[in-house]
């Protein structure tokens, strides 16, 4: 399917990225080469076949339920674009 | 005394001919003499490095000597180092510094290399040129106007220019090995969950591995010998018994048959690339290695499922950069959505954007099946013809990169994805489980080539 500007509108929504309009013609273009190169998996013959998500067929390890990490909570805030009082600090979200 | 390889360094510091303080402070001055021209580095560490290398010579006076105490090297800038800041290459990282080592870097440290600095690369590691990270492009040392290859381009340059003898790497489709080719040094991707990637920065979570970069295959093994093994930190970490890497070194070639995929050649590989895969392969024949072509019949799928793939799960890994728990933040949010979107706006660059656009896309509702399932099923085809590959034959021998060093500068600006997987072809990215280990053929200084 050709990328237009509502996909890149609701692409943008999902990812979290503001895209001004000037970028739009570029990302357009990108995108649908993209898309172009991805479709040649449709023609694969994958009946039968299942999807592969671990090269070694690994399973998730499991771990006794206990702490293994110590309290770094103010090494972690001091990363913060902004913090106080312990907490990270965003925009007022409830009014 | 900067010409010479890891193994090289190791016997000359433990015969006393040199200290690490003495060889750190000579590789020191070569980066600050010639960085400059290639921007290899994004951050030297001049200080911490004198300190240890001093703590490295106090470590051998004490009576301490394996092979990498006192050897200087440099980490790709997405292994978080404690204290060093690290930006894997973007504006999103500019400013962190790590509160933790990445268990490469604690390894690598506990063997006693010394860390003299960060390399440059593509921006979150996507990129085969270098020209996407935020830092400014890196040059190949061979041939300044040439790119280094990436996204480890700036651990490639680094070593192939001699500024350290070995580098760290990372690895999701081809950003060792396709720099490592372009460079003319030795790299190798190692295979999936050997290397831990506790405090690597995350691009693409079930194709990423980090490696060892470097100018023989004896130091590749010293290097992997010391960074690999289990960590219970990487729930992704395989617990497996390791070889002895060095040792393997020893073996001989005889009793080796290698297999030559011959989907590897021909269509869009240069004549020159094929020439010196043709005289490797001669050259393996007369130590005594049986040669056997096989195929691999669903190689024209591996580079499409790995655009599926690999942004997908990058959309996924990127999502953490909000701009509320770290890194770069955007003046005055009016609300919570403009500061995840003004944020990831001005954070990223515009292949990393693309690439998450790509990857939302490819996950959002009516199109996971369509693309990302279908991308898995393709996985495991590609996956077996390595098996059945590998039933045959001990090792698969093939061009890294179909095409020569590339391409003279593309102007700032444009986007030089799609030429990418057409012509440099990441071979088998999405096949993990073998472990791909380039190492030069032919030399990228003989090589003028026009390029489309």
Sequence with gaps: MAVDRSLIDKLAHLARIRIDDAEVPEVERSLNRVLALIDELQAAPTEGVEPLAHPLDARQRLRPDAVTEGDRREAYLALAPAAEAGLFLVPKVIE | ?452
């Excluded at chain 2, 960085?35 to 490295?56: G, K, P, R, S």
């Excluded at chain 2, 920065?201 to 690999?228: H, K, N, T, V, Y």
């Excluded at chain 2, 056997?292 to 790995?306: D, G, Q, T």
């Excluded at chain 2, 996924?316 to 003046?331: E, F, I, K, Q, T």
């Design chain 2, 1 to 452: 005394m900067h010409d010479l390889t890891v193994a090289e360094l190791s016997r000359a510091l433990a015969r006393g001919e040199c200290s690490s303080v003495e060889l750190t402070r000579a590789l020191l001055a070569r980066i600050e003499r010639l960085d400059a021209q290639l921007n290899a580095f994004i951050t030297v560490a001049a200080e911490q490095a004198l300190e240890q290398a001093a703590q490295a010579d106090a470590r051998r006076a004490a009576g301490e000597c394996s092979p990498l105490l006192g050897v200087p090297i440099a980490h790709k800038d997405i292994f978080c180092t404690r204290g060093i800041r690290t930006t894997c290459g973007s504006r999103m990282l500019d400013g962190f510094v790590p509160p933790y080592d990445a268990t490469v870097v604690e390894r690598l440290a506990a063997a006693g290399a010394v860390l003299v600095g960060k390399t440059n690369m593509d921006e979150f590691a996507m990129g085969s040129s270098n020209e996407t990270s935020y830092y400014g492009p890196v040059r190949n040392p061979w041939d300044l106007e040439r790119v280094p290859g990436g996204s480890s381009g700036g651990s490639a340059a680094a070593v192939a220019a001699r500024l350290v003898p070995a580098a760290t790497g990372t690895d999701t489709g081809g950003s060792i090995r396709q720099p490592a080719a372009l460079c003319g040094v030795c790299g190798l991707k190692p295979t999936y969950g050997l290397v831990s990637r506790y405090g690597m920065i995350a691009f693409a979570s079930s194709l990423d591995q980090g490696g060892p970069m470097a100018r023989s295959a004896e130091d590749l093994a010293i290097l992997l010998g010391a960074m690999a093994g289990f960590d219970e930190r990487d729930s992704t970490s395989a617990e497996r018994p390791l070889p002895d890497y060095r040792k393997a070194l020893d073996e001989p070639l005889a009793s080796l048959t290698l297999g030559v995929p011959r989907e590897y050649f021909g269509g869009a590989l240069h004549p020159q690339v094929g020439a010196a895969v043709e005289a490797a392969i001669a050259q393996f024949q007369r130590e005594g290695a049986r040669i056997r072509e096989i195929s691999l019949p669903h190689s024209s799928l591996a580079v499409p499922a790995y655009y599926v793939i690999a942004p997908a799960e990058a959309s996924s890994n990127l999502a953490r950069y909000d701009g509320v728990r770290y890194g770069y933040r955007c003046a005055d949010p009016k609300d919570l959505d403009d500061l995840y979107c003004r944020t990831r706006a001005e954070g990223f660059g515009a292949e990393v954007k693309r690439r998450i656009l790509v990857g939302t896309y490819c996950l959002s509702a009516g199109y996971y099946d369509a693309y990302y399932e279908k991308a898995q099923r393709v996985r495991r085809l590609i996956r077996q013809d390595f098996l059945d590959a590998f039933a045959e034959v001990d090792l698969i021998l093939g061009p890294t990169r179909a095409q020569p060093p590339p391409f003279p500068w593309a102007p700032r600006g444009t986007t030089r994805w799609p030429c990418t997987w057409k012509t440099c072809t990441p071979f088998r990215p999405v096949s993990p489980a073998c472990p791909p280990c380039p190492s030069p053929a032919g030399s990228p200084r003989d090589c003028r080539w026009d390029c489309s």
